[in-house]
């Protein structure tokens, strides 16, 4: 049987056009303007999503700091500077419980909804897709860590810088941590393999961190764990370095941040950093070979 | 190229699932500027085979080439309409429109038109979760549109849509196709391949038949169509199942010669029916649709892929 047939066709500039367009655009693929287009997109898309529901934007911002003021309505009777370092160790699992449940949930949404499939048909950067969703993480991460804060600073918690030194590292420490917690969802959403699984066992790391390391590391009396192992979790590491340079006091013991000594060197950064980095290279992986389907790297 | 004016091509394809096969033996090839209809009944692997020449997901064996490269590495060349895939339901149209506007380099302001076309441009402030099924589609379709690529891989694009919508979603296919684009559509409704340069059936995992409509309505044997209520009677005169149209009851003859006649004697003499209240009809495509559908693969001639 024939199989000629009668097709449409345009006019010659749009044929030329069109092989054109088959040509590789392997070298466009790593235009940096596109690249940031597409993390952009993600940015945007994830800061829309949470600004769209009021119940979400509250729940991840509002929630630390809310859990900070029932914990201080209770009465405590320790000086201001206790009250800041309850703060920040509460604000830590604020802005990880961002990275973990709000990243995890929107990941496992795009998974689940087979959005990856119509996005594996498109010629787009896994690392920008990943960049994209971070950068919406640290600003709410950020922003529920800065709720928490505030409502210390309402309350009368006592903060201070130490030194001009503690500006960068506070905020390279804080980037640090969330890139770090943002990967650790990764692995959890495509275990579990659905959005519901994966929310509650998100949010289930984030309060078992908590809880099990003394509110973040912030309080090692109330952890379990003993010994220097609290200045090298990667939850209650940030939190201390964050104690150390925001709450002006020097008496860590009565205040029950100590022992172990707090995290006071730039080697505790290092350490943080390099957390980060095995963590970002972990994350482009998963999300590169088992959300892309492109291989084990980009 | 390998075929002269091929754009797509697959061979021997096989997609599996939890060890359950979906695609068995798909061999198919998409022309240079034409619209290739690929219809088959819900849950034959329309989708599944569309993912594949999309890039989206490899073949468990056999492969998809796009311009004579693995279809995974040429995801610059399609644009890929999933059912209830592209669109996020917790922002409005207008968001989900953004988001591939920055997403995808070579996304358009056509998506303007198309939306007002469809009739979804009002709409466009209101979340997604707040549409409804043709709504979703309107807005779905009007972004994959929008993508100004070679070619176009159309998921379901006329499901859950009223029939006007329908003739507007067609007439933006032949407008695509007429600028030089080469599309495939797949579709359980038979109406979409009145739009189609070729249609390609799907069924049993692989293709069971692909030509001009005009090819395929030819070789249909001859259909007997009933207007009395003897549908399990007629059920043992002719191949497959016998099927509504239009109120009346049709099935497939089992002679193929030139002369039908014969054998509505036969089936009268079958099945009891007055031999007045039987007649060949004009094959449509809703026969063409059941034919390939409803009759078992050793039941069909062989066709070009």
Redesign the interface.
């Known amino acids: ?3 000629e ?7 010659d500039a ?2 030329e056009r ?1 092989r054109q ?2 040509e ?2 392997r070298d ?2 790593r ?1 940096p303007r ?1 690249w940031l ?2 993390a ?3 940015t ?2 994830s800061l ?2 949470v600004h ?2 009021w119940l979400l934007l509250g729940w991840v911002i509002a929630f630390p700091a809310i859990m900070y003021l029932f914990f201080v309505a209770q009465g405590t009777d320790g000086p201001a500077t206790a009250d800041a370092i309850i703060s920040i160790g509460i604000g830590v699992m604020g802005a990880l419980f961002v990275c973990l449940y709000l990243f995890g949930d929107q990941l496992a ?1 795009d998974l689940e ?3 990856y ?2 996005y ?5 950067s896994p690392a920008a897709d990943l960049a994209g969703r971070m950068a919406a993480g640290l600003v709410l991460a950020t922003a529920a860590f800065a709720a928490t804060i505030l409502a210390g600073v309402a309350t009368g918690a006592e903060y201070s810088l130490r030194g001009p030194e503690s500006i960068p590292i506070v905020v390279v420490a804080g980037l640090l941590t969330c890139v770090f917690w943002m990967v650790v969802a990764i692995p959890i959403v495509l275990a579990a393999d659905n959005e519901s699984v994966a929310e509650w066992v998100s949010s289930l790391v984030a309060v078992a961190a908590f809880i099990l390391t003394g509110f973040n590391g912030a309080l090692p009396a109330q952890s379990p764990i003993e010994g220097e192992l609290l200045n090298y979790l990667p939850n209650a590491l940030p939190t201390r370095l964050l104690v150390y340079h925001l709450v002006p006091t020097e008496n860590w013991t009565e205040l029950g941040a100590a022992p172990p000594a707090m995290p006071t060197g730039l080697e505790f950064v290092a350490l943080l950093a390099g957390y980060a980095i095995v963590a970002l290279v972990a994350g482009t992986v998963l999300l590169n070979r088992y959300a892309y ?2 291989g084990w790297w980009p | 190229m390998a075929v002269s004016d091929a754009v797509v091509t697959a061979s021997g394809v096989r997609k599996s699932f939890d060890e359950e096969g979906v695609l068995e033996d798909v061999d198919l090839t998409v ?5 290739l209809v690929l219809m088959g009944p819900n849950g034959v692997g329309k989708s599944v085979l569309l ?1 594949c020449l ?5 073949p468990t064996e056999g492969s998809v080439s796009v ?1 004579d ?1 693995p279809a ?1 590495a ?7 309409l ?1 059912q ?3 669109c ?1 339901e ?3 149209g207008r ?1 989900n429109v ?3 506007d ?5 996304f358009t302001d056509a998506w303007r038109d198309y939306a007002d076309r469809l009739g979804i441009a009002e709409d466009l402030e209101r ?1 997604v979760e707040n549409y409804s099924g043709g709504m979703v589609r309107k807005l779905e379709l009007s972004i994959a549109a929008s993508i ?3 070619i176009y ?1 159309f998921d379901e694009p006329t499901a859950a849509l009223d029939l006007p919508t329908v003739q507007t979603v067609h007439d933006l296919f ?1 407008e695509k ?5 080469t599309l495939v559509v797949a579709s359980h409704r038979p109406m979409d391949a009145d739009i189609a ?2 249609v390609a059936f799907l069924a049993d995992g692989e293709i069971a038949a ?3 409509p005009d ?1 395929l309505l030819a ?1 249909l044997p001859p259909i007997l169509e009933t207007g009395t209520a003897h549908t399990g009677a007629l059920a043992d005169a002719i191949r497959g199942d016998p099927y509504a149209v239009a109120g009346n009851v049709r099935g497939f003859l089992p002679a193929d010669g030139d002369d039908p006649d014969p054998a509505v004697d036969d089936a009268a003499a079958a099945t009891g029916i007055d031999p007045d209240d039987l007649a060949v009809a004009e094959p449509t495509y809703t026969d063409l649709f059941n034919y390939y559908t409803n009759t078992g693969p050793d039941e069909r001639p062989t ?2 892929r």
Do not use: C, I
């Open positions: 049987m024939s199989t047939t009668q097709t449409g066709r345009g006019s749009d044929l069109n367009d088959r590789p655009t466009r693929d235009d596109r287009a597409q952009s997109a993600f945007r898309r829309q999503e769209n529901s949404g909804d087979r959005r499939a119509a594996r048909s498109m010629p787009l389907d492109r | 022309r240079d500027g034409e619209l993912s999309a890039g989206s997901d490899r311009f490269e995974t040429r995801a610059d060349t399609t644009s890929f999933l209830d895939a592209l996020h917790k922002l409005t968001e953004a988001f591939y920055r997403l995808h380099p070579e979340p100004d690529v070679p891989l032949r196709r007429a600028a030089g684009k340069d070729r692909a030509g001009t090819e070789s066709h070009n």
